[in-house]
């Protein structure tokens, strides 16, 4: 299974755009790019995802690069209820399961 | 209204003994998993079922077992094989292909005294 390299943590400030990067240089050409979250003591819910074109919802945005190696997940005005563990993960074509890896833990100050 | 049970919330078992954690969906979905997550990490794959009849091994299946009988129903059962048990479980379920929303369930913490 291709692999995501994301940063542990980030900071924002509240009411300021969040960007979270998500490498994925092994990404095979049906490889789909989800975003999960997660708030504490919570199972992880959906965010959004995408497969070679940037896709918008009204949670966040997705922007995937050209050769699909990275993307970069936006947080268009970050509040404190943001403030969570982030997971980039590929799926392939079979879409038999979805690997959550580490993540990254994003903190909003007020 | 529609979504995933998970139960029970806590439980505390002895070390050696066997128990089981509950799964019901009533979304109708076809695809369901069963995931592990300890303090500070992120989720392990432990089981999954695509129909009902069939399952397949995560990346971490030792120490558990599973049935899919019910579409609705995914029970896991953590045995004593299990050499470390206390976590945090997490069952999921989806329509099926790799485009489908993940619904979780608010998990359940198990702790071995």
């Known amino acids: 299974d291709a692999k995501t390299t994301q940063p542990n943590s980030m900071e924002s400030n509240e009411e300021e755009p969040v960007h979270l990067p998500c490498n994925h240089s092994?990404?095979?050409?049906?490889?789909?790019i989800h975003w999960y979250r997660q708030l504490p003591s919570q199972g992880p819910e959906y965010v959004i995802h995408g497969l070679t074109s940037n896709v918008n919802n009204r949670m966040a945005s997705l922007a995937i690069a050209e050769d699909r190696k990275s993307s970069t997940l936006i947080l268009h005005r970050a509040t404190l209820r943001d403030a969570a563990v982030y997971y980039c993960?590929?799926?392939?074509?079979?879409?038999?399961?979805?690997?959550f890896g580490g993540g990254t833990r994003v903190l909003v100050k007020p | 209204d529609g979504g995933i049970t998970q139960s029970p919330k806590y439980l505390f078992r002895k070390e050696g003994q066997n128990v089981t954690l509950s799964c019901e969906q009533n979304?109708?979905?076809?695809?369901m998993y069963w995931y592990r997550q300890d303090p500070g990490q992120g989720l392990r794959l432990i089981y999954y079922s695509q129909i009902v009849n069939d399952f397949q091994k995560g990346d971490i299946a030792e120490g558990y077992s599973v049935s899919r009988e019910k579409k609705e129903s995914f029970p896991l059962t953590v045995t004593s094989a299990q050499k470390n048990p206390t976590a945090f479980y997490l069952c999921a379920s989806r329509q099926g292909s790799n485009t489908g929303e993940l619904f979780f369930g608010e998990g359940s913490r198990l702790t071995v005294l």
């Open positions: 979304l109708n979905h076809d695809a």
């Open positions: 092994t990404i095979s050409g049906t490889d789909y």
């Open positions: 993960i590929l799926e392939g074509a079979a879409g038999n399961k979805l690997t």
